[in-house]
């Protein structure tokens, strides 16, 4: 859109990486986004063939810029802006994160507790105090 670049986190809600602009900002304030191993700010303008590594717990994504966009899109059109570059290491990761989780609870014990589910958000984003 503009040649002087679009704003990080404008531009992660747009591309629908993080579900709103508040959350794309607190994201880059905590750390979780960078480009080039350097955490940015969320007023970073980016310009079209950087590489973002965004940190989604237990893996750190990364896409290339290929347009700029300001405005949120559907989902069909953000092939056009962006394209997900992840290392199939990181993928795989996920993969088996994913058949750990299934696994780690028994079968008949229900739903986990609220407590439960944050325990496990803290273990998976790293948060946890040991």
Known sequence: MSSSGVRIDKFLWAVRIYKTRSIAAEACKKGKVTINDMPVK?????????EIDVRIAPITRRF????LAEKRMGAKLTPDFIV???PADQIEMLELSRLASNANRDRGTGRPTKKDRRDLERLQEGDWDI
Do not use: F, Q
């Open 42 to 50: 969320s007023s970073r303008l980016i310009k079209v063939g950087e």
């Open 64 to 67: 290339k810029v290929l347009d």
């Open 84 to 86: 997900d570059i992840t």
